[in-house]
């Protein structure tokens, strides 16, 4: 399975970016599909997963700025990111779980001034 994200870019602080990340096979609603990111300097962390449309999970540090959406149909994750930060800086990847496999995809660089 082969992930591609795109969609980042430079915003200023309080703009909005939307990732998306298209997977290479259909991307059933049982396969957990997240978002991680990683600051320079610092360790990969998680940021949100979805498994069905119903129980998205997020980080504290972007509850209720950003959305992770799915649409199976079209193999794609998406990642609606609004109220950025320049601490919300990094290279964010997107990742699928499918059965005992993980996958990811080769990042999207976000950049956040102030």
């Known amino acids: 399975v082969q992930l591609q994200a795109c969609g980042g870019g430079l915003v200023q602080a309080g703009g909005s970016l939307r990732l998306s990340c298209a997977a290479s096979?259909?991307?059933?609603?049982?396969?957990?599909v997240a978002w991680f990111r990683q600051a320079p300097g610092k360790e990969r962390e998680f940021v949100a997963s979805?498994?069905?449309?119903?129980?998205?999970r997020y980080a504290d540090s972007v509850q209720d700025r950003f959305t992770i959406s799915r649409d199976n149909a079209k193999s794609t994750l998406y990642l609606q990111m609004n109220s950025l930060k320049p601490e919300d800086t990094a290279v964010y990847y997107c990742?699928?779980?499918?059965?005992?496999?993980?996958?990811w995809g080769q990042g999207t660089l976000v950049t956040v001034s102030s």
């Open positions: 979805i498994r069905s449309g119903r129980d998205p």
């Open positions: 990742k699928a779980r499918i059965e005992s496999a993980h996958y």
């Open positions: 096979r259909r991307l059933y609603s049982s396969y957990i």
